[in-house]
């Protein structure tokens, strides 16, 4: 593969809500703008050779601003969406405690085990991101490729890079608007930065 610039999207509308929000299409807010557009400074003199996002407009559109900058056109892989969380989607961890205890039990376990309801599993979330390593495969050596994702589906990517078993999946953070870089060779994958936010101003 290549050099890979893994990126999560900037803050949204409803970030500041602490709610389980997977599918649901949320915008980027004035902050979250705002800090893209630092992503883009921070990026400006890097090479990009490729660049991908998922299908939801919090990405799109820090992939768009960052991609201002660059030459590469932007491709679009609902892989690279966040889990989905089916009827749990919205709510707070409270409101998932009342509704859907035995899930929340799992989840304040850690485990990785559960299925949300109408949703997805971390398995499946687990195989989308294996899906779309796979695609990565046709750069060459020399690229370097940003993907501008989801704190889950980036956290598996990266796990799955570096061989690591997902029932570590919780014991990574990334966040908002952060850059991760990941180098791979033939002989393996080596997590060169992680969660780096020093760009951020405000």
Not at 56 to 84: P, V, Y
Not at 166 to 184: G, N, P
Request: charged letters at 25%; hydrophobic letters at 40%.
């Amino acid at each position: 593969m290549s050099r890979l610039l893994l990126v999560r999207h900037g803050h949204t509308k409803l970030n500041n809500e602490r709610r389980f929000w997977g599918k649901t299409d949320v915008p980027l807010s004035d902050k979250g703008i705002r800090q893209a557009e630092q992503l883009r400074d921070r990026l400006a003199k890097q090479k990009i050779d490729a660049i991908y996002a998922s299908n939801l407009s919090r990405t799109q559109t820090t992939a768009e601003i960052i991609a201002s900058r660059h030459k590469a056109g932007i491709a679009t892989h609902a892989e690279l969406a966040e889990i989905n969380f089916g009827y749990t989607e919205g709510l707070t961890f409270a409101e998932i405690q009342k509704l859907h205890p035995e899930l929340a039990e799992e989840l304040n376990n850690w485990s990785i085990k559960p299925k949300f309801p109408g949703g997805e599993s971390l398995d499946e979330l687990n195989n989308r991101a294996q899906k779309f390593l796979k695609r990565l495969k046709k750069h060459k050596p020399e690229e370097t490729v940003l993907i501008v994702s989801h704190s889950g589906t980036l956290r598996l990517m990266i796990y799955n890079l570096l061989e690591i078993g997902i029932e570590h999946w919780r014991q990574m953070q990334l966040d908002l608007a952060s850059v991760s870089i990941v180098e791979t060779y033939p002989q393996g994958a080596i997590l060169s930065l992680l969660n780096d936010v020093s760009h951020l101003k405000s």
